[in-house]
């Protein structure tokens, strides 16, 4: 399978402890973001990369949040002290960087907090 | 930053009936325009995509969708739904490589 990958896909968890999500991308593609999905509501941006670097974070993504692409393939996204709020789906998309900029969507991590 | 409208939250049709679903976006520069579907159960995936040249973009499965600058819309249409359109869909905007999508607008066709 060709398509982006998001590990693993549920995740529960209680409120105060840290999590961390995986997303693999398409292996050709340079930029690789993050989203957040709320019931109700559309995706919404939180960060992205393109390689290794983080280019943009939103003002969504608090200091408990951070992310990785440490080699500019897969990245992690890890919250630390986890509140009910952060309960969502976490998507992650990848795209060739270029402005005609169509992205493509893993499955997401629906996140839990008890 | 760019905003967007989409104008109905849920619609019910009948098989065959026509779909038109608005989407309206504000942003006053170049934008790249989208509209995602969602499958039950499935991730969101690429319908159809607007970049520049002919306002009036087809994209897979019969759908359409018309890009009025002047209107600032994308609205999405399909002249004859099917069961399985059963799904909900989000138009959404690209001015500065992340996209802003709209809340979504849910669609059950009934057989």
């Known amino acids: 399978d060709t398509g982006v990958s998001q590990d693993p896909r549920h995740k529960i968890t209680k409120r105060g402890q840290n999590v961390t999500f995986r997303c693999d991308p398409i292996?050709?593609?340079?930029?690789l973001y993050w989203y957040r999905q709320t019931l109700g509501q559309g995706p919404e941006f939180l960060t992205y990369?393109?390689?290794?670097?983080?280019?943009?974070k939103s003002r969504l993504l608090s200091d408990r949040f951070s992310a990785e692409r440490p080699k500019g393939s897969f990245s992690t996204l890890e919250i630390q002290r986890t509140e009910q709020g952060d309960s969502a789906m976490y998507l992650c998309?990848?795209?060739?960087?270029?402005?005609?900029?169509?992205?493509?969507f893993g499955p997401g991590t629906r996140l839990t907090v008890l | 930053a760019q905003s967007v409208s989409q104008h109905n939250h849920h619609v019910i049709l009948s098989e065959a009936a026509s779909l038109e679903l608005g989407c309206n976006y504000s942003?006053?520069?170049?934008?790249?325009l989208f509209w995602y579907v969602q499958y039950p159960g499935q991730h969101l995936q690429l319908l159809l995509k607007?970049?520049?040249?002919?306002?009036l973009v087809k994209g897979i499965k019969g759908f359409e969708a018309e890009f009025i600058k002047s209107k600032f819309s994308f609205n999405l249409r399909k002249p004859s739904v099917q069961w399985s359109d059963t799904a909900e869909y989000f138009c959404?905007?690209?001015?500065?490589?992340?996209?802003?999508f709209g809340a979504g607008t849910t669609v059950t066709v009934r057989a």
């Open positions: 998309a990848s795209s060739i960087g270029t402005f005609y900029n169509e992205q493509f």
């Open positions: 942003y006053g520069g170049t934008v790249n």
């Open positions: 959404a905007v690209n001015a500065d490589y992340k996209l802003s």
């Open positions: 607007y970049f520049s040249g002919d306002p």
């Open positions: 292996s050709e593609h340079n930029r």
């Open positions: 990369f393109q390689n290794e670097a983080q280019l943009e």
